[in-house]
């Protein structure tokens, strides 16, 4: 089947339109609590209900929440921003009307840089506008008409939702999903989302088709599909997979143009791994958009903005350049770090600054650390060895107090009791540092001297002085009393494993 | 038998302070009034006679004991059905919410209910507030006091009706396009719509958000200062609702006013008042003069816009505030069976719920506005219909602007007719529409306006004279009015009732 795909004379057309709860304590337009997974209809009041006689009043924290992302993504905040009425019909729109931006929302423009394959420059896609507005509730029905009854949740009515729209500019499924891996990372780094696609607070609807070249050199585009119901991010890209390869045959079948058909919504099924033509909307719709008159404008001043912006901090983007400028971390290493997620970048940034080796801290970060929190399935904060701890430990390693092996050992312990360093290392017999660092270089020279340990071993116990001498080279200050003890100790340890 | 009914609110008040009369006594009075008038009148749908009493001798408890006691100090206030309250239904008028029962107290309740006023019950209006004679109301029209075949305007009928009959000294109305002073000038007492935002609108069931407003319907001018100054203010609910603050409106009727200029606009003419209502005007005209003002003729060129500007934009508002009732969440819903086994092949049985249930639950008036108002918000038509309308309402508030650069208060007729006959103008909606020429105005442009008694015509039926004042002039408002109160008693005269 794609066959015909790979050698195709068309590129592919995607827009995407991605909706985001804010993560902000109460709904939009009344004080009711913004949670996921409350017992249905528990978070509700007559404003959300949409009751006879109540009034909407906007949640200021929500459109601090909807700027800050408006300027993350290099939108023009506008300094006049209304509300209108979206009208329509259904069971969880209890008002019959949604409250959201029509004509004036309060972001225009903006664009996310994203890299689509590792060492390829990054693509910029341009971002049309973004608003906020109201969710709705949540629908169970009973498609098998006239049987069961349809229910409705309006614990989700009313709750902020941003919608971010992207100019069609995305060439790819492959770019799509790095779009919205990237734009989720963004969001979870300003906080301004928590973005759990099973639980509704991220959704995400494709508009795609294909423009291919006509015989006189013009562009002929294939009619957009809209795709619903993906549920992931890696369903976004197998729906978009299949959809060009749709759109191409039926374009080969039909030669049908855009404007030719009515626009269509399809929806995906991930494991038929296909999408499907939706029930065709009774008519186009008209929402029959007018301003909502129970709200007030919005107005943003040159210096409320300027607050916003303070708000922003730095982003994924920022941080992975600086990674590679500042801490001299490859693009790979700062992209590992950075797409972990703003603790572990914070986490990170803490240790390197107080270890001053950077690529060290990285290094332990990516293996134990990255590892051990994948293990448990805890986040950064929640690892019992903390920044100042971690510190604690890299330092002894740089000053070669402890052997990396044994750190790594005193690390799993600590991640284990939640002790301290020094408590750890009492636990586990390792008095003196010094000692564990000694201990080491013997063993080094242990291993490096095959021909001397035989010697010892048959029972020349002087020839471990050429050892000593070795070790002396190495580090001067070593004690030869010591050294001489412990690599007898070394070798007669060998002597028992053979 | 003169009774504690003759009296004025202020009048009352100061007998309740002076402990001539307690509470109880006064609701007792008003109620048996009620149950005397109000089988000849139907000004009331619901009466709370226990609570009434019952919330009655607590006041009178309270004064007793010398503690505090609240601005209305136990004075009966009749409701209009449009208020959301959380004892007995709340219906608007509308078969729709015949069994609506209220989670909420509207903010002016709780105005009312801090204020120590004692609610005797919720009055009759036209569905919705959608109307100018009562007759939409799906709960039988409500009779003129004056002559009971004749209507006593709307949509406040009730609300107009139970005051001039004596049934209660305060009563609150709803103004939309005229809906207070109409019904107040029928029925021959004071009516104030104030300015748009004076009082908070949270509660009162929306039929026009843009142009709703809660005011006092009175004996007299005197009386609706003290109303007006319990229930204006600022609400956090409402954020259309003004943060200002109120004066105290009483002790500003105690300032004279020296000189001060009325507007008469020219264009008034053009509609043909009624000879009799021009004279009565004149006749009030003359008494301003002679207490000091000056009157001038001013114009307003857009006043004939008024009307269909104020159809276009209420139905439109109306079309979208009225989709809640939908029958999912509350309110009338079609029967389940008769509506199932009507389905035909293809039906959605949601949809065919939908439509059923707003087609028995609604009336033909409200039907027609719904109707209405989506045509002019839909695709093709909006910017021909809503968007002119808009701009057309500018158009008529830099009318009065102008106009209040150069005098103090517009004054003019209140309708273009006396109250006419039951069933006279239901089949004629055009003209029914017409009864608010004068009235629209001062919704569209959101100033502050009032309708007081200024005569009778040969057939003894009450005259209204209007007058209106820039947006939060309401002081200067009273002032006039009061003035005009001193030195006439049009406003004394009371229905015989038998
Ligand atoms: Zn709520």
């Given at each position: 089947m794609n066959a015909t795909v790979t050698d195709a004379a068309y590129t592919t057309i995607i827009g995407l339109e991605v909706h985001t709860q804010l993560l902000t304590k109460s709904k939009l337009f009344c004080g009711c609590a913004n949670r996921f997974g409350e017992e249905p209809n528990?978070?509700?009041?007559?404003?959300?209900?949409?009751?006879?006689?109540?009034?909407?009043?906007?949640?200021?924290?929500?459109?601090?929440?909807?700027?800050?992302?408006?300027?993350?993504?290099?939108?023009?905040?506008?300094?006049?921003?209304?509300?209108?009425?979206?009208?329509?019909?259904?069971?969880?729109?209890?008002?019959?009307?949604?409250?959201?931006?029509?004509?004036?929302?309060?972001?225009?423009?903006?664009?996310?840089?994203?890299?689509?394959?590792?060492?390829?420059a990054p693509s910029k896609v341009r971002l049309h506008r973004i608003h906020l507005e109201e969710d709705a509730g949540k629908s169970m029905h009973d498609e098998s008409m006239g049987g069961r009854d349809s229910l409705v949740d309006l614990n989700r009515t009313g709750v902020p939702l941003l919608e971010i729209v992207t100019e069609p500019d995305i060439r790819s499924p492959e770019e799509a999903k790095a779009f919205l891996t990237e734009l989720k990372l963004l969001l979870v780094y300003l906080g301004v989302s928590d973005c759990n696609m099973q639980e509704g607070s991220l959704r995400v609807?494709?508009?795609?088709?294909?423009?291919?070249?006509?015989?006189?050199?013009?562009?002929?585009?294939?009619?957009?599909?809209?795709?619903?119901?993906?549920?992931?991010?890696?369903?976004?890209?197998?729906?978009?997979?299949?959809?060009?390869?749709?759109?191409?045959?039926?374009?080969?079948?039909?030669?049908?143009?855009?404007?030719?058909?009515?626009?269509?919504?399809?929806?995906?099924?991930?494991?038929?791994?296909?999408t499907f033509a939706q029930r065709e909307k009774e008519?186009?719709?008209?929402?029959?958009?007018?301003?909502?008159?129970?709200?007030?404008?919005?107005?943003?001043?040159?210096?409320?903005?300027?607050?916003?912006?303070?708000?922003?901090?730095?982003?994924?983007?920022?941080?992975?350049?600086?990674?590679?400028?500042?801490?001299?971390?490859?693009?790979?290493?700062?992209?590992?770090?950075?797409?972990?997620?703003?603790?572990?970048?914070?986490?990170?940034?803490?240790?390197?600054?107080?270890?001053?080796?950077?690529?060290?801290?990285?290094?332990?970060?990516?293996?134990?650390?990255?590892?051990?929190?994948?293990?448990?399935?805890?986040?950064?904060?929640?690892?019992?060895?903390?920044?100042?701890?971690?510190?604690?430990?890299?330092?002894?390693?740089?000053?070669?107090?402890?052997?990396?092996?044994?750190?790594?050992?005193?690390?799993?312990?600590?991640?284990?009791?939640?002790?301290?360093?020094?408590?750890?290392?009492?636990?586990?017999?390792?008095?003196?540092?010094?000692?564990?660092?000694?201990?080491?270089?013997?063993?080094?020279?242990?291993?490096?001297?095959?021909?001397?340990?035989?010697?010892?071993?048959?029972?020349?116990?002087?020839?471990?002085?050429?050892?000593?001498?070795?070790?002396?080279?190495?580090?001067?200050?070593?004690?030869?009393?010591?050294?001489?003890?412990?690599?007898?100790?070394l070798i007669q340890a060998m002597g028992e494993d053979s | 038998m003169s009774s504690w009914i003759d009296l004025s609110a202020n009048e009352l008040l100061s007998q309740l302070e002076a402990g001539q009369v307690t509470s109880q006594e006064v609701v007792t009075a008003f109620l048996d009034r009620i149950h005397q008038v109000d089988p000849k009148v139907h000004a009331f749908l619901n009466l709370f006679a226990e609570e009434a009493l019952q919330k009655a001798s607590v006041v009178d408890e309270r004064r007793k004991n010398g503690e505090k006691v609240g601005l209305l100090g136990g004075l009966p206030v009749a409701v209009k059905d449009v208020l959301c309250m959380k004892i007995g239904a709340t219906t608007a008028g509308s078969k729709m919410l015949e069994r609506f029962h209220s989670p909420y107290n509207a903010t002016v309740i709780e105005k009312l209910e801090q204020a120590d006023g004692i609610i005797l019950g919720k009055t009759n209006m036209d569905e919705f507030a959608m109307g100018s004679s009562t007759e939409n109301s799906a709960y039988n029209g409500t009779a003129n006091p004056w002559d009971l075949e004749r209507v006593p305007g709307g949509s406040s009928g009730g609300a107009a009706a139970c005051v001039a009959s004596q049934m209660a000294p305060l009563s609150l109305g709803t103004d939309t396009g005229g809906s207070i002073r109409q019904p107040a000038a029928f029925c021959g007492i004071t009516g104030v719509k104030p300015t748009y935002g004076r009082v908070s609108r949270f509660g009162m069931i929306a039929f026009a958000?843009?142009?709703?407003?809660?005011?006092?319907?009175?004996?007299?001018?005197?009386?609706?200062?003290l109303l007006l100054e319990v229930i204006a203010g600022h609400d956090p609910s409402d954020a259309t609702s003004l943060d200002r603050p109120v004066p105290n409106y009483r002790e500003a009727l105690k300032e004279p006013l020296k000189s001060f200029k009325l507007g008469l606009p020219k264009e008034i003419a053009d509609f043909n008042p009624d000879p009799e209502i021009q004279k009565a005007v004149e006749a009030a005209l003359e008494v301003y003069r002679e207490t000091g003002a000056t009157i001038e003729e001013i114009s307003l060129p857009n006043l004939k816009y008024a009307v269909p500007t104020y159809y276009v934009i209420a139905p439109s508002e109306a079309s979208s505030n009225l989709a809640r009732y939908d029958s999912v969440h509350y309110g009338y819903r079609t029967d389940r069976k008769a509506m199932m086994a009507g389905l035909e092949e293809g039906d959605s049985p949601l949809v065919q719920m939908y439509s059923q249930s707003r087609a028995e639950g609604f009336g033909p008036e409200v039907k027609r506005r719904i109707m209405l108002g989506t045509f002019a918000l839909s695709k093709g038509y909006y910017d021909a219909y809503y968007l002119k309308a808009l701009k057309v309402r500018r158009l008529i508030r830099q009318d009065f602007d102008r106009a209040f650069e150069q005098v103090d208060a517009i004054i003019g007729p209140c309708t273009p007719k006396p109250a006419f006959k039951i069933g006279e103008k239901v089949s004629d909606p055009i003209s029914m529409y017409l009864e608010d020429l004068f009235t629209v105005g001062a919704n569209l442009s959101g100033n502050a306006a009032m309708s007081i008694p200024c005569g009778f015509t040969s057939e003894n039926l009450p005259i209204g004279l209007q007058l209106q004042v820039p947006a939060l002039e309401e002081e200067r408002l009273f002032r006039i009015g009061h003035l005009y109160q001193q030195v006439t008693d049009w406003h004394q005269r009371r229905p015989s009732l038998g």
């Open positions: 528990t978070l509700t009041c007559p404003v959300c209900i949409g009751m006879p006689g109540v009034m909407p009043v906007m949640n200021r924290e929500a459109f601090r929440l909807a700027v800050r992302t408006g300027l993350a993504l290099q939108g023009k905040i506008a300094s006049f921003c209304k509300w209108d009425r979206k009208n329509y019909y259904y069971p969880d729109l209890p008002k019959g009307y949604q409250i959201s931006q029509f004509d004036l929302p309060f972001c225009e423009g903006g664009h996310l840089e994203v890299e689509v394959e590792e060492g390829q609807d494709a508009n795609v088709n294909l423009h291919l070249p006509g015989e006189s050199g013009e562009t002929i585009a294939t009619p957009i599909v809209e795709i619903k119901n993906m549920n992931s991010f890696r369903a976004v890209e197998r729906a978009l997979h299949h959809e060009v390869v749709r759109q191409w045959e039926e374009w080969q079948a039909t030669g049908k143009k855009k404007g030719e058909v009515p626009k269509q919504t399809r929806g995906w099924n991930d494991e038929a791994g296909e008519e186009s719709s008209d929402y029959r958009y007018f301003p909502e008159p129970d709200l007030v404008p919005v107005t943003m001043t040159a210096e409320q903005i300027a607050t916003a912006e303070a708000e922003v901090g730095e982003l994924p983007q920022a941080l992975r350049t600086r990674l590679q400028s500042e801490y001299e971390l490859s693009a790979y290493d700062a992209d590992v770090l950075v797409n972990q997620g703003k603790a572990l970048v914070r986490y990170y940034l803490e240790v390197a600054d107080a270890c001053g080796d950077a690529k060290l801290v990285s290094n332990w970060l990516q293996q134990d650390i990255m590892r051990t929190l994948k293990e448990r399935n805890i986040t950064i904060e929640e690892l019992p060895v903390s920044a100042p701890m971690l510190t604690e430990l890299l330092k002894k390693v740089q000053s070669n107090e402890l052997p990396r092996a044994r750190a790594r050992d005193v690390f799993a312990q600590m991640v284990e009791t939640e002790a301290s360093l020094e408590e750890t290392m009492d636990a586990m017999g390792i008095k003196q540092v010094d000692a564990g660092a000694l201990r080491e270089l013997c063993q080094s020279l242990v291993d490096a001297n095959p021909r001397i340990v035989e010697d010892v071993k048959g029972g020349k116990q002087q020839a471990v002085g050429a050892l000593i001498g070795q070790a002396k080279k190495k580090d001067p200050n070593v004690n030869p009393g010591e050294v001489r003890k412990i690599c007898l100790e | 958000s843009s142009l709703d407003q809660i005011g006092p319907m009175t004996n007299s001018v005197e009386d609706a200062a």
